[in-house]
Structure formats: structure tokens, C-alpha cells
């Protein structure tokens, strides 16, 4: 049981970072919440935002959202599989990519293939949002603190953390929940 | 724009070894909350000046075309050109090891204790203001984006939401959907 919770996490993992184009892992969010919470049961929509709020929060790439789905699902292990296959195959198109870069940067379609992926990205970072504010949001005073975070990154360039961190406050108050 | 050896040639600092690229790049993973790019660049061209500003520019272009996280390739592309194998390995082990610790802890904290009286209460707020930092992503990469090319953007935008948001599809059918209804119409924008 706990070996195929591994193999899928691994193969999921390293397809949702393949799938992953023009802005970074918060376009295979919807998928990964799905595969989660809807697909494999590891965890409930409300643990899936806990956890996507805590790799925001955290240091390093936003992509360790999957460590987390990973120790949820099947332990330490699983985080370490599940990062791993999430890291080694863009690694490697990376790596065999960047040696002739210089080559295709150039080329045609390359703005053409930007150009198309770009409103693609957008459309599912915008699902993204209103999944994690879905299931974060199950009350009045947290769909405010969503839409000041959102309006305080909008229009500050100020670092995001201080959204978070004031949210973090406002909740260990125990006005929120 | 020579980007094979421009660290080297230019008059920034010399290559650096493959520890120091391991510790640059552990620099970068610590300081990076809420996006790494911006650190990145302060790191690699302001402090260690490493990279020139247009060889920053043009790898992280390759970064942003290639999938997964832009750092990630950052770090892999930029280690492998200055030692091979060897940086790339010593610049995404530099960029993973500290937050995937630091990640385990905070996770292992909340599944043990996030149930917990008020910390329920700061999870619920903090997974709140998280959802408000996507909403301000979305809107700053669509607004642009929809200026510039309003007729191909918005129906993209409003099927990649609606199919992935609202119906959940699995990813690869979205994608398989609308990549080549969005690659044919930057095609033809293009001519």
C-alpha cells in the first residue's frame, strides 16, 4: 500500500513540474489539489491551503508545496520522493537544454511558444487562487483577510511576507476561527 | 552578448568554486520568502557579481521557457556552465537542502499541532492571506497581458479558469486543450 502511494506521488510529482510552464508551480496547483483531495483522498481541501500557505510562507521555492502533500501522504519519505521527482526531471531538461541555449534563443518560435503558453499560465494560476481561497475562506473575516493580503501585494511592492506574517498574528489571536 | 565565459571576462569577481556556488545559492534558498528571483538577482549580480545584468536577463529567459520552477533552472543553468555536471549539482543542492529542512519542520509542527486552539485559528488566517497572494499574482500577470492582446487573452484565461478552476479537468487535458489554441494564435499575432 504505502510503495503505491510512493509511485504515485513520484509519477504525479515529477509530471505536474514537467507540466509546470510560465509560472512555476502555481499552474499545476489546481491539479495537484485535485490529485490530493479529490483523486487519492491523502488529505481534505482545508489541510491542501494549510499546507499551500505554509510553503508560501516558508523560505525556498514555492514548488515544496509538494514536499508537504508528500510528508501528508506517506511520511518523510514520501516529502523526499515527492520532492525529488518533482526537482529531477526539469532538472535534467534544464541541463540538457541550457548547454545549447544560445543556439534556440534566437529561433522564431520561441516568442511564439511564450506568447502561447502566457494566457494559459494565467487562466490556471486564476483557478489556483480561487481554489485555495475557496477552502481557506470558510468565514467572513477571512475572505477579508484574503482580499487585503491580495490588494496589499497588488499595490505595494512591499514583500509578501508581511501579508503573512500579519495574517499569522491576527489568527493566533483566536478572532478567526 | 557572450554568455559562455562572461563572469570570467568581463571584470566581475572570478568564476566562483563549487563551494562557494553551493553557498551562494544556499544564500539565495534562505533569504527567498514569497519569490526567489528577485533575491537571485541580488545575489548573483548585485553582492557576488557573478553574473553580468543581461546574462542574468538572458538565463533567466531560458529559465522562464523551460517547466518547472524558474530558480530551480536558474540554479542548474547557471552551475552548469561555470563546472558542468558539478555546479549544477552543487547550486540545486545549495538551492533545496535548508528550506526542504526547514519545510519538514514547519509541516511535521502543523500536522502535529495545527488543530490546536489558536494555532487552528493562525493556519486559517495564514492559508487565507496565501489565497490573497494568488489573487495579486493572477491579476498582475493577466492585466498586462490583457492590455497588450485583449481578443486571444481573455478566452484563454477564462477556459484555462473555468476548466481547471470550475470543472477539474485534470492538467494534462487543459493543457493538451488550450496549448495549441494558444500557440496558433500567438502564431498568427505574430504575422
Same mark, same amino acid.
Given at each position: ?75 518523510? *519519505? ?14 535534467? @531538461? /534544464?541541463? !540538457? #537544454? %541550457? ?56 499595490? *505595494? ?14 489568527? @493566533? /489571536?483566536? !478572532? #478567526? %476561527? | ?191
Amino acid at each position: 500500500m504505502k510503495g503505491g502511494v510512493l509511485t504515485t506521488l513520484a509519477f504525479q510529482c515529477s509530471m505536474l513540474a514537467l507540466l509546470a510552464f510560465g509560472g512555476g508551480v502555481n499552474t499545476v496547483v489546481p491539479e495537484l489539489q485535485r490529485q490530493a483531495v479529490d483523486v487519492h483522498h491523502w488529505m481534505d481541501a482545508r489541510t491542501f491551503s494549510d499546507l499551500f500557505a505554509i510553503a508560501q510562507a516558508s523560505p525556498g521555492p514555492n514548488m515544496l508545496i509538494v514536499c508537504l502533500v508528500g510528508l501528508k501522504a506517506a511520511g518523510l *519519505t514520501g516529502a523526499l520522493v515527492a520532492t525529488l521527482a518533482a526537482c529531477v526531471p526539469t532538472c535534467l @531538461l /534544464t541541463f !540538457v #537544454v %541550457s548547454g545549447f541555449w544560445d543556439r534556440i534563443r534566437n529561433s522564431p518560435w520561441r516568442p511564439v511558444v511564450q506568447g502561447g503558453v502566457a494566457p494559459v499560465a494565467v487562466g490556471l494560476i486564476s483557478a489556483s487562487a480561487f481554489l485555495i481561497s475557496k477552502s481557506a475562506d470558510h468565514a467572513p473575516l477571512l475572505i477579508l483577510i484574503t482580499l487585503a493580503a491580495a490588494a496589499f501585494c497588488y499595490f *505595494t511592492k512591499r514583500n509578501p511576507l508581511w501579508a503573512l506574517g500579519a495574517a499569522a498574528l491576527l489568527g @493566533l /489571536t483566536g !478572532v #478567526v %476561527s | 552578448m557572450a554568455t559562455q565565459s562572461t563572469s570570467a571576462e568581463e571584470g566581475s569577481n572570478p568564476a566562483p568554486s563549487l563551494f562557494e556556488l553551493y553557498l551562494g545559492f544556499a544564500q539565495i534558498s534562505v533569504s527567498a520568502f514569497g519569490g526567489a528571483l528577485p533575491w537571485a538577482r541580488r545575489i548573483l549580480v548585485e553582492r557576488r557579481k557573478w553574473m553580468e545584468p543581461e546574462d542574468f536577463a538572458s538565463t533567466l529567459a531560458l529559465c522562464q521557457f523551460l517547466p518547472g520552477p524558474n530558480i530551480v533552472n536558474l540554479s542548474i543553468a547557471f552551475g552548469n556552465r561555470l563546472h558542468g555536471w558539478r555546479g549544477a549539482l552543487a547550486a540545486i543542492v545549495g538551492l533545496m537542502a535548508a528550506p526542504v529542512v526547514i519545510i519538514l519542520i514547519l509541516g511535521s509542527l502543523y500536522l502535529r499541532f495545527g488543530q490546536i486552539g489558536n494555532l487552528r485559528g493562525m493556519f486559517a488566517a495564514l492559508a487565507a492571506a496565501a489565497g490573497g497572494l494568488i489573487v495579486a499574482t493572477a491579476a498582475q500577470m493577466a492585466i498586462p497581458l490583457i492590455r497588450k492582446t485583449p481578443v486571444t487573452a481573455i478566452p484563454i484565461i477564462v477556459a484555462g479558469f473555468v476548466l481547471a478552476g470550475l470543472l477539474r479537468w485534470p492538467l494534462p487535458a487543459v493543457m493538451a486543450v488550450l496549448a495549441p489554441i494558444g500557440l496558433l494564435l500567438a502564431w498568427r499575432g505574430r504575422a
